[in-house]
């Protein structure tokens, strides 16, 4: 199981955690919402549990709780600036759908 995140995410995330030192990495996550079913999430990580799997790439700790690895990974993680915009991009393989926004998505039935 991974998570992979290209360099401008890896950048972002340490200029993110630079401004936070007590943080022990960047936490990538899901929780249900929007019209598809499931948003992504990404914040500081504040602990870690024992049901968290921790990802290390260049010195950067990302921390996935267990219960939502299943609907992530093999998930790329990219940040992307456009003109006046900047989010990360999430390229998830598991994704059966998306909402028309890109906020949301959905998976199949039996991950």
């Not at 955690?17 to 996550?29: E, I, N, S, T």
């Not at 921390?63 to 690895?69: E, F, G, I, N």
């Amino acid at each position: 199981m991974s998570i992979q995140l290209t360099p401008a995410a890896r950048q972002r995330m340490h200029d993110f955690l630079a401004k936070a030192p007590a943080a022990l990495g960047v936490r990538f996550g899901i929780k249900r919402t929007g019209c598809s079913g499931f948003g992504y999430t990404v914040d500081l990580a504040e602990a870690i549990a024992e049901n968290d799997a921790v990802f290390e790439q260049d010195g950067l700790r990302l921390v996935v709780d267990r219960k939502a690895l299943p609907f992530v990974d093999g998930t790329e993680i990219d940040f992307q600036r456009q003109g006046l915009n900047a989010s990360f991009v999430f390229r998830n393989p598991n994704a059966t759908g998306e909402c028309g926004c890109g906020e949301s998505f959905t998976v199949a039935t039996d991950v």
